[in-house]
């Protein structure tokens, strides 16, 4: 292939990494704000992750340009298919981590909902954190053992994130029978858990998306 094309490549491959990193960098400041109750920096978490739809727009538009320029085939075009998709993924992550901001902050104060985070949400985060980093750690190797490696790692992560959101979910819902208390911030915060579950799962379609650009198979 032409030597623009590979450097186009390399571009997206870039892009796609950075794209990642303003995700795993806002949810670390998130754990960090959590774990020690810096309250205050929720707007930077959510700074972070500023224009970011934007940004996987301009992706989108930049692969897509590749797509028409080149008409690659093979392993070239499965790639550029599966960094397409990848686009996708991350800007779900993105959502979830906006509305998980949201709620999270309006609770902050709630001796029960604190108990909750301390037990399973912090163990949570940083599992989903581990999810994120794995995934996205495939696009830069092409050893098979170490692209296995980071697919177990976040296979392991998704499972744990599933184990502690159903764990949180039963204890949630027996505070509440306990309060006699519906509230509904409660409700909310059990939906941005639930997203801060399903970033993990966006990591792992990310990991098998990036095994299937380099590796082939099945498109899941």
Request: a negative charge.
């Amino acid at each position: 292939m032409l030597k623009t094309y590979e450097d186009m490549l390399l571009g997206i491959q870039r892009n796609i990494i950075a794209l990642a990193e303003k995700i795993i960098a806002s949810n670390k400041l998130l754990l960090h704000i959590i774990e020690n109750r810096d309250i205050e920096k929720f707007g930077e978490a959510k700074a972070l992750l500023k224009g970011f739809s934007k940004n996987t727009n301009e992706l989108d538009k930049q692969i897509v340009r590749v797509l028409a320029l080149y008409s690659p085939e093979a392993k070239d075009l499965r790639e550029l298919v599966a960094y397409l998709k990848i686009t996708n993924e991350l800007n779900r992550a993105a959502i979830k981590t906006r509305k998980y901001i949201k709620n999270i902050i309006q609770n902050e104060n709630d001796e029960h909902f604190n108990e909750i985070v301390l037990n399973y949400t912090i163990p949570m985060h940083k599992e989903t954190i581990s999810a994120l980093e794995h995934s996205i750690n495939i696009i830069s190797t092409e050893d098979s053992d170490e692209m296995k490696f980071h697919l177990s790692n976040t296979e392991l992560a998704e499972i744990q994130t599933d184990h502690l959101y159903t764990l949180i979910e039963t204890n949630m819902f027996k505070i509440m029978c306990e309060l006699n208390n519906n509230k509904k911030e409660y409700l909310d915060v059990l939906i941005s858990l639930r997203g801060l579950d399903k970033i993990a799962d966006r990591a792992l379609s990310i990991a098998k998306l990036l095994i299937y650009a380099k590796t082939g198979g099945e498109l899941e």
